[in-house]
């Protein structure tokens, strides 16, 4: 049953204005490469800092990501992945 949950929780449709209400540190989503990530209990464990997650937060970070790290990283994320983003 466990497998089925997670399922529907990763086919959920984000749109851009649901992304957008969480937006602040307390509650950080971030869309990156088509999904949708809540990043906010992992942004102050990030190395560069809070601030490089939480001033994406209610957006679409993909250009910002891709450009210090890569797709695969987010393999690590799966257990914060909340849906796909439909913009």
């Known amino acids: 049953r466990a497998a089925a949950g997670q399922a529907d929780k990763h ?3 984000i749109t851009a ?3 957008a209400r ?14 949708v990530y ?13 601030a490089s997650i939480t001033r994406l937060g209610g957006t679409d970070g993909t250009a910002a990501f891709h450009a210090v790290h890569n797709r695969g990283m987010l393999d690590d994320f799966d257990d914060v992945h909340v849906g796909m983003f439909v913009a």
């Open 17 to 19: 204005e649901e992304l």
């Open 38 to 50: 809540d990043l906010t209990e992992f942004a102050p464990e990030h190395p560069p800092g809070t």
């Open 22 to 35: 969480h937006d602040t540190p307390e509650d950080c989503w971030v869309a990156l490469h088509g999904k």
């Open 11 to 13: 086919a959920r449709e």
